[in-house]
Nanobody, 125 residues
Framework: QVQLVESGGGLVQAGDSLKLSCTTS????????MAWFRQAPGKEREFVAA?????????YANAVTGRFTISGDNAKLNTIYLQMNSLKPEDTAVYYC?????????????????WGQGTQVTVSL
């Protein structure tokens, strides 16, 4: 069983930056594709960004393209990040880290077997 732990959430103002981290209980570099999803109150969980195993391919939701960057730690091999710049109030949500066995990225939450507990990101005006 792979465990995922997110950190780095918080309360920021619009235009600020924030970096989320997701640490897994096993190395993800060669076996798991990873992703970030988010869920705002009253809304469905939505895809934010994904990264393939080997950290070579990334994919982003249209709403965050150009503002968010997903990356993997090539030294630790069990940590991925989500750098969030130019944050907007509509980015407010609980952000979840997810992992799936397989090499490719996916934007479908039901393709991910492992989930973290989530970290709250709140962006105020």
């Amino acid at each position: 069983q792979v465990q995922l732990v997110e950190s780095g959430g918080g309360l920021v103002q619009a235009g600020d930056s924030l970096k989320l981290s997701c640490t897994t209980s096993t190395r993800t570099f060669t076996k798991y594709a990873m992703a970030w999803f988010r869920q705002a109150p009253g809304k469905e969980r939505e895809f934010v960004a994904a990264i393939s195993w080997g950290y070579s391919i990334t994919d982003y939701a249209n709403a965050v393209t150009g503002r968010f960057t997903i990356s993997g730690d090539n030294a630790k091999l069990n940590t991925i990040y989500l750098q969030m710049n130019s944050l907007k109030p509509e980015d407010t949500a609980v952000y979840y880290c997810a992992g799936r066995i397989g090499s490719g990225t996916s934007s479908e939450p039901n393709e991910y077997q492992y989930w973290g507990q989530g970290t709250q990101v709140t962006v105020s005006l």
